[in-house]
Nanobody
Framework: VQLQAFGGGLVQTGGSLRLSCAASERIYSSATMGWFRQAPGKEREFVARIRWGFQHTRYADSVKGRFTISRDSAKNSVYLQMNSLKPEDTAVYYC????????????WGQGTQVTVSS
């Protein structure tokens, strides 16, 4: 499966952005989709994930209450609504599909840049 992430951009502190990630094929109920981010000079970190069938979600502590992950099964797409953005949210955001037992993911999108100005 190919994943295409888009929706990044430049926003001021306190602003909002909505990221989208479209899959090239149907996403089945057993799948898990996630968002990760990587800031310059830092390791890639987990942001949020959603279990496709039951829509169970999980968030990194740093984004809880500000970010919301959701999905549209008809469009094979996952979204990340980001509110109350902070400069420390600046990073390249990646969507991913299907975690392995060690927490790494099988499929990755190309990333979309999010820049939050102070």
């Amino acid at each position: 499966v190919q994943l295409q992430a888009f929706g990044g951009g430049l926003v001021q502190t306190g602003g909002s952005l909505r990221l989208s990630c479209a899959a090239s094929e149907r996403i089945y109920s057993s799948a898990t989709m996630g968002w990760f981010r990587q800031a310059p000079g830092k390791e890639r970190e987990f942001v949020a994930r959603i279990r496709w069938g039951f829509q169970h979600t999980r968030y990194a502590d740093s984004v809880k209450g500000r970010f919301t992950i959701s999905r549209d099964s008809a469009k094979n797409s996952v979204y990340l609504q980001m509110n109350s953005l902070k400069p420390e949210d600046t990073a390249v955001y990646y969507c991913a599909k299907d975690p392995r037992s060690d927490g790494t993911y099988v499929n990755w999108g190309q990333g979309t840049q999010v820049t939050v100005s102070s």
